[in-house]
């Protein structure tokens, strides 16, 4: 399990580094998405979808804040039309993550942790517990992106990888959007609420998960 901790926090720290850095340099902030996306609302409401789309899509590239980018979709197109943008760029980045890790997961890994032997220990880690991490993913930042290249580089195959991400995605747009159609500039209460029990509740599931897999160790160490 440590080697697929370790390959996991490189990981998300490299994903991390690239919101840092344009947080740092100006070039994205909260403010410019909302920006962006009113602009957009005045053309046309698909370009507000369209936008929500692609910002959501390069969160495999780049660290996006997907809850806030999900609540403004709501906001500006209503909670069906919010949600299903979201979930669309959503699934699109995590099959582009997904698509990366079967391209070259092998590489990373290897340069991450430099030993074979490691490497397939990673991987038969996620194995068994890589549907549960994906379906909580959405508790952390940046462990959906980290999780889906994984999800490929260890070749899981792509229906289940696809029905876990689902799972986790699409309960989580319609929960953000909603939230976010019910909120305005002057009562921005509900999606702050939202946000709250959204990541409470997803660490919640992440303890519940944790303390299973411990339990299940613990007894297949006695058994031995």
């Keep these: 399990m440590k080697p697929l901790i370790k390959a996991m926090l490189i990981l998300a720290a490299i994903f991390a580094t690239t919101f840092v850095l344009l947080k740092v ?6 403010e410019q ?11 046309s409401p698909l370009y507000v979808g369209g936008l929500t789309v692609v910002l959501l899509l390069a969160d495999i590239a780049i660290a996006m804040p997907t809850l806030t980018v ?5 906001f500006f197109l209503g909670s069906g039309l919010g949600a299903l943008f979201a979930i669309v760029g959503m699934s699109l980045a995590g099959l582009a993550g997904y698509g990366l890790g079967r391209r070259y997961g092998n590489r990373v890994l290897l340069f991450l942790l430099k030993d074979e032997a490691k490497i397939n220990e990673a991987k038969s880690a996620f194995q068994r517990n890589g549907l549960g991490m994906i379906l909580l993913s959405r508790a952390v930042p940046i462990l959906p992106e980290v999780t889906a290249c994984l999800a490929g580089a260890t070749n899981m195959t792509l229906s289940r990888f696809m029905s876990a991400w689902l799972l986790s995605t699409v309960p989580y747009c319609m929960i953000a959007a909603y939230s976010g159609s019910i909120s305005s500039l002057g009562n921005p209460k509900p999606a702050l609420i939202t946000a709250a029990v959204l990541t409470a509740s997803l660490w919640v599931g992440w303890y519940l998960f944790r303390k299973t897999k411990l339990k299940r160790v613990e007894k297949e160490t006695n058994l031995v």
């Design 70 to 74: 999900t609540v403004l979709a709501g």
């Design 33 to 43: 998405i909302e920006s962006w996306l009113t602009h957009a609302q005045a053309l």
């Design 25 to 30: 340099t100006g070039v994205l902030s909260i």
